[in-house]
């Protein structure tokens, strides 16, 4: 089975735009989450996704959204980056909701000048 | 809220040598507990799951002991090599809240010495 895969792998964004990153889960895999690493913070919560619906979501700021479609792709986006977004955006997905194995893909570098 | 520690932050050995890596939780009424390795500017790659009601899982020279009561998981990886090197994170999901988001420690960054 093919593993998480996440695109872009890398991407340079000026202060002030947006930007939208894309996570395909592993194939049967309902339970999409998205995680930001940070030097100074580490792995921080983002959102998770089941069935389209936004199950939970972090203590980030709204410029953070993202949605799920009905074949459990995933997509977030940040409007209005700031210096401080620059960081490594990681999408995990499981089989279902609760206390499954997480699958990590190999994130988006996002870097914010 | 959970709370995730892991000890030590580095570690660097010999190869050849056993490692033990620790961590310790705050609220012991999770789902499960997860291990996971991270190299350089890299994802996360899954190496050991525990249920709650596991005290021990073993993967080939990985072997993870979790005492949920004391909040304490424990990994093992006998006889290290230098491919081993990365940082290694725990992560628990707890339960009650409906909340199934992981909860990671800050790491422990492994150093194997050819």
């Known amino acids: 089975k093919a593993g998480v895969t996440q695109t872009p792998r890398y991407l340079i964004k000026t202060r002030g735009q947006q930007v939208t990153l894309s996570c395909s889960p592993i194939s049967g895999h309902r339970s999409v989450s998205w995680y930001q690493q940070t030097p100074g913070q580490g792995l921080q919560f983002l959102f998770e996704y089941f069935s389209e619906t936004q199950r939970n979501k972090g203590n980030f700021p709204g410029r953070f959204s993202g949605r799920q479609f009905s074949n459990s792709r995933s997509e977030m986006n940040v409007s209005t980056l700031e210096l401080g977004d620059s960081a490594l955006y990681l999408c995990?997905?499981?089989?279902?909701?609760?206390?499954?194995?997480?699958?990590f893909g190999p994130g988006t570098r996002l870097t914010v000048t | 809220k959970q709370e995730v520690t892991q000890i030590p932050a580095a570690l660097s050995v010999p190869e050849g040598e056993n490692l033990v890596l620790n961590c310790s939780f705050t609220?012991?009424?999770?789902?499960?507990l997860q291990w996971f390795r991270q190299d350089p500017g890299k994802g996360l790659t899954s190496l050991l799951l525990?249920?709650?009601?596991?005290r021990e899982q073993t993967s080939g020279r990985l072997n993870a002991s979790l005492d949920k009561s004391s909040g304490r998981s424990t990994l093992y990886i006998a006889a290290s090599q230098p491919g081993d090197s990365a940082t290694y994170l725990c992560?628990?999901?707890?339960?009650?809240?409906?909340?199934?988001?992981?909860?990671f420690g800050a790491g422990t960054t492994v150093t194997v010495r050819a």
């Open positions: 609220d012991s009424a999770i789902y499960n």
């Open positions: 525990i249920q709650s009601s596991q």
């Open positions: 992560a628990v999901i707890g339960v009650g809240s409906n909340d199934y988001k992981l909860s």
């Open positions: 995990a997905s499981s089989l279902e909701r609760g206390g499954y194995e997480q699958y």
